[in-house]
């Protein structure tokens, strides 16, 4: 075993970890905007902020949490897309951005999640927060507990829709975070990448807010939000190449800004960042001492892509780093060792190397049994 393990932080399939590189950001008065972030969706790496644990309401960003935990609970099969959804009288009371929904009025999940990402309808969000924990207090609770467990430490939610509410805060950093989450759930693409879809059997027609679908290469989502407290904000997610990147956008004054702002972070991350699929080094026999086996083989899982700047594809290295001899015992999967990739001397990626065999230590008993073999086979 080795005796120092790196600890390593856990993203996707929890093999390797992404160490952040620096880059000279662009200018913060190229962003109109009080607070915004750009990150690489994947990695979470951060590729430019500006006053991104800022706290300020977020209008409908909001509803990025409000969807992720819909679309977990109908990966739990708690629910279902054909479910029907029944609007009850406080759901139907919202103002704002809405569909209309009357008490007492039935949509499936699926047409209220079209009204909720399309149109960013208020009504139809709380709808689907009451189908999902019955009330919508009860639905904010887990909004703040999902929003503690990704680390979202500036973030109190106290409605699902983003309507102006004293205390009803979040930042661009914790926008970004559940963001990422929300990506995670493919489905909800179907939303976000449509422009104009219809409900109420085509009498009512969904008009997407989130206008770069229109005018920006490789736009995938997410959401857009505006109130009068919150300004003009946008989650802005696009994939270039296999490049997936995420802008949050708050508080800009106007919807022009917010759009050309989320353009300019997109442009600047396409521009000057790029994901690589690193070479897999040798990983040799490793000696074990006090074991029945003089060595074992070791293996790695594939890192996956990792952020680098473009034009620097060649001057990534990889060293194997494990001890020249291990102690048993050993089991199979057992970390024994990692490969360290770099960039400038610095690392950017580490991934555990593991144990491909048992190996088990050797006693007098253990020894004793071999030596019988080893006899009973010559003679």
């Not at 029907?84 to 704002?96: F, I, L, N, Y």
């Not at 805060?169 to 489905?187: F, G, I, N, Q, W």
Request: with cysteine; glycine share 6%.
């Amino acid at each position: 075993m080795l005796k120092k393990r790196v600890i390593s932080f856990l993203l996707m399939v929890a093999v390797f970890v992404m160490i952040p590189i620096h880059a000279e950001a662009i200018s913060d008065e190229e962003v109109k905007a009080p607070s915004a972030i750009l990150i690489e969706a994947n990695s979470g790496e951060v590729l430019y902020e500006k006053n991104a644990d800022e706290k300020r309401p977020a209008a409908s960003i909001t509803k990025v949490m409000t969807l992720l935990l819909v679309m977990e609970a109908i990966d739990r099969g708690e629910i279902s897309l054909s479910d029907t959804v029944t609007a009850s009288a406080h759901a139907a009371s919202m103002g704002g951005s809405d569909i209309w929904l009357k008490e007492g009025e039935t949509m499936t999940v699926d047409d209220m999640l079209k009204a909720t990402v399309i149109m960013s309808a208020n009504d139809a969000a709380v709808a689907l927060a009451e189908k999902v924990a019955g009330t919508e207090d009860d639905f904010v609770q887990r909004m703040n507990q999902r929003a503690a467990e990704l680390g979202m430490e500036n973030t109190t939610f106290l409605n699902c829709n983003g309507l102006d509410e004293d205390g009803h805060l979040t930042t661009a950093r914790d926008v970004a975070v559940m963001s990422a989450e929300l990506m995670r759930h493919p489905k909800i693409f179907d939303y976000t990448q449509t422009w104009i879809d219809y409900v109420r059997d085509g009498k009512t027609q969904l008009v997407n807010t989130n206008k770069l679908l229109k005018t920006y290469e490789g736009i995938t989502g997410l959401k857009t939000g505006t109130t009068g407290k919150a300004g003009s904000c946008i989650s802005a997610t696009a994939q270039r190449n296999g490049l997936s990147l995420i802008a949050v956008i708050l508080g800009s004054e106007n919807t022009a800004d917010r759009f050309s702002s989320a353009t300019t972070l997109l442009d600047y991350g396409f521009a000057n960042w790029t994901m690589v699929d690193p070479q897999l080094p040798e990983i040799p026999e490793i000696p074990v001492s006090n074991a029945m086996t003089a060595s074992i083989s070791a293996y790695m899982e594939p890192p996956g892509q990792i952020l680098i700047p473009k034009g620097r594809e060649g001057d990534l290295k990889s060293e194997v780093r494990i001890q020249e001899t291990l102690d048993a015992p050993i089991a199979e999967g057992d970390p024994v060792g990692k490969v360290v990739y770099t960039l400038d001397e610095k690392t950017v990626c580490e991934v555990e190397i593991r144990a491909s065999q048992s190996a088990e230590r050797m006693t007098f008993s253990s020894v004793f049994e071999m030596l019988l073999r080893s006899l009973l086979s010559v003679s």
